[in-house]
């Protein structure tokens, strides 16, 4: 199974700031990852595909990139409504989630 | 509108069983791979299960090997999910999930509002 190993798990940032989110994978697979973003209370949504495929709807701050074990999200200029967590997924074998990084108000 | 509307969930004792629904409608449920993630209170995203477009091929986490088992009704746009020999590590929101394509590896592009199984005596 390909586990999947975000840092940091927290991160406190100000609006405004630029941040930045790893995940690395326990095997190397080319650009089958996900990230979404989850609010109290909510159900996760789809941010990011195939790496680095930003899906409809979603604000351009967010980008994704990486490939092999190495992935990463960027969010350009944190916005009030960013502060959530965000979630990595893998599905290049089966699925395997991150453990998750909460971005908090500095 | 895509909506996945989740129930049957509760509170059960340990070694109980339940079954959870997902009704599914705006889009052709018969054609898409569709999936059970589960969030225990206060942790993160867990992968539970997975079954194709036709219900041919089924997936399931280690950890509910052998005790849960998915299946979906394509006439009645249904997907669901029998728990058995239920735990209290079972204690989650149950999510169903669907893909954006019938083929097998893929990610999640729309999530139900989740039902919260409690696994307590």
């Known amino acids: 199974d390909i586990q999947m190993t975000q840092s940091p798990s927290t991160l406190s940032a100000s609006v405004g700031d630029r941040v930045t989110i790893t995940c690395r994978a326990s095997q190397s697979f080319s650009r089958w990852l996900a990230w979404y973003q989850q609010k109290p209370g909510k159900a996760p949504k789809l941010l990011i595909y195939?790496?680095?495929s930003l899906e409809s709807g979603v604000p351009s701050r967010f980008s994704g990139s990486g490939s092999g074990t190495e992935f990463t999200l960027t969010i350009s200029s944190l916005q009030p409504d960013d502060f959530a967590t965000y979630y990595c997924q893998q599905y290049n074998s089966y699925w395997t989630f991150g453990q998750g990084t909460k971005v908090e108000i500095k | 509108e895509v909506q996945l509307v989740e129930s049957g969930g509760g509170l059960v004792q340990p070694g109980g069983s339940l079954r959870l629904s997902c009704s599914a409608s705006?889009?052709?449920?018969?054609?898409?791979?569709i999936h059970w993630v589960r969030q225990a209170p206060g942790k993160g995203l867990e992968y539970v299960s997975a079954i194709s477009s036709n219900g041919g091929r089924t997936y399931y986490a280690d950890s509910v090997k052998d005790r849960f088992t998915i299946s979906r009704d394509n006439s009645k746009n249904t997907l669901y999910l029998q728990m058995s020999s239920l735990r209290a590590e079972d204690t989650a929101v149950y999510y169903c999930?669907?893909?954006?394509?019938?083929?097998?590896?893929?990610?999640?592009?729309?999530w139900g509002q989740g039902t919260l199984v409690t696994v307590s005596s």
């Open positions: 705006g889009f052709t449920f018969s054609s898409y791979a």
């Open positions: 195939d790496a680095s």
């Open positions: 999930v669907k893909a954006p394509s019938s083929s097998w590896y893929y990610y999640f592009d729309y």
